[in-house]
């Protein structure tokens, strides 16, 4: 017969749960208690930005099987791709707390050594296959999972392993097999995404940053935390290797003109985001300074405040070819959330200039 223990859920009602991974995770953190009666109406999963960068992600599934205490559910590799972004939080009509659930599991699955360094590593090399700034990322992101220090160390330790592995590894250049050139102002998470989804895709791609470092937002992040620039750094070498132009202290506007790249150039996404940052809010979001008033867009790109106003299925702004994404369109955004939004627009850029797909 299945042990069970009693925890009480209401003032009036004591519930029975059995012991397993759940129990163990509810030990762990009282908003466990809340999955008990999730309605299930997938807005967890709907909300995470995480779902668009890997699909095969989803939240809500994934503490189902909590619920079901499966064994197996602790081994896998989707345990480490919660950002703690909370969009999930704020949009659930339970106010379930999945971020600080997924610090628990975590730290379950450590302590009962069902998961290790390994399957996080599993995480980054995946992470690496659809981002150009892994590291970074998961530095931001994936920790730390604050007064946990077990995570935290194993964490750490993992990524600086990767780090060093990362950089041994040769970057071939992508041939360019499409002749429609593409310009995107920023090199923001947005901006990066984009350029490093289309120039894989064989596209010529020039980024224009009108800072002296291009890296955005994850730069000012970086210098938040205990990260040697030098990481974000090798990591847009990466992007040039493959065959991204960056165009640093070059301001659309001012040192080249909008005018200038309708001309020159296919498709433009505007990608600009902070230029100034105040302290950083949580693990991977940080308050803002709009740029877009800066850069004197044409009359024909439909401003709304001081965001770009664009149409929500493609990301195309009133001006045909001409595409934003990021800050420049949500207002403030956590990095995944930028991460998310480069890839559809570069997947709408794609359709624009007549590209078949099959996604």
């Known amino acids: 017969?299945?042990?069970?223990?009693?925890?009480?859920?209401?003032?009036?009602?004591?519930?029975?749960?059995?012991?397993?991974?759940?129990?163990?995770?509810?030990?762990?953190?009282?908003?466990?208690?809340?999955?008990?009666?999730?309605?299930?109406?997938?807005?967890?999963?709907?909300?995470c930005p995480v779902v668009e960068i890997i699909p095969e992600f989803n939240p809500r599934t994934f503490f189902q099987r909590v619920l079901l205490n499966q064994k197996n559910v602790l081994t896998g590799v989707d345990l480490w791709l919660c950002t703690r972004c909370y969009q999930c939080y704020k949009r659930c009509p339970h106010k379930v707390n999945l971020p600080d659930l997924f610090c628990s599991a975590r730290e379950v699955a450590v302590e009962k050594g069902l998961t290790d360094a390994g399957k996080l590593t599993e995480a980054l090399k995946l992470l690496r296959e659809k981002i150009p700034f892994p590291v970074v990322y998961s530095w931001l992101c994936l920790r730390p999972c604050e007064g946990?220090?077990?995570?935290?160390?194993?964490?750490?330790?993992?990524?600086?392993?990767?780090?060093?592995?990362?950089?041994?590894e040769k970057t071939v250049p992508v041939p360019n097999t499409r002749e429609e050139r593409i310009a995107i102002m920023g090199s923001g998470s947005a901006g990066l995404t984009a350029a490093y989804d289309l120039v894989r895709k064989g596209y010529p791609v020039t980024v224009f940053e009108a800072l002296p470092e291009a890296g955005g937002i994850l730069r000012a992040g970086i210098r938040k935390c205990p990260l040697p620039s030098e990481v974000l750094d090798n990591e847009i070498q990466h992007l040039k290797d493959l065959g991204v132009e960056i165009r640093t202290k070059t301001r659309v506007g001012e040192d080249v003109t909008f005018n200038d790249l309708l001309r020159e150039y296919k498709a433009i996404l505007i990608a600009v985001g902070a230029h100034k940052t105040k302290k950083p809010v949580g693990?991977?979001?940080?308050?803002?300074?709009?740029?877009?008033?800066?850069i004197h867009l044409p009359k024909a790109v439909?401003?709304?405040?001081?965001?770009?106003?664009?149409?929500?299925?493609?990301?195309?702004?009133s001006l045909p070819g001409v595409f934003a994404a990021g800050d420049a369109v949500s207002g403030p955004s956590t990095i995944p959330e930028a991460v998310a939004a480069g890839k559809r627009a570069a997947v709408s850029i794609r359709r624009y200039l007549g590209e078949r797909q099959n996604e």
């Open 1 to 47: 017969m299945t042990e069970t223990t009693e925890i009480l859920v209401t003032k009036e009602r004591l519930v029975a749960v059995p012991r397993g991974i759940f129990y163990e995770i509810l030990k762990k953190s009282s908003e466990a208690e809340k999955l008990i009666y999730c309605y299930e109406c997938g807005t967890c999963t709907a909300s």
């Open 148 to 168: 946990r220090s077990v995570l935290d160390n194993m964490v750490v330790a993992t990524l600086q392993r990767f780090i060093i592995d990362y950089e041994k």
């Open 283 to 294: 693990c991977c979001s940080f308050e803002w300074v709009t740029a877009v008033e800066s």
């Open 302 to 317: 439909k401003i709304i405040g001081k965001t770009i106003a664009v149409d929500p299925a493609t990301l195309e702004t």
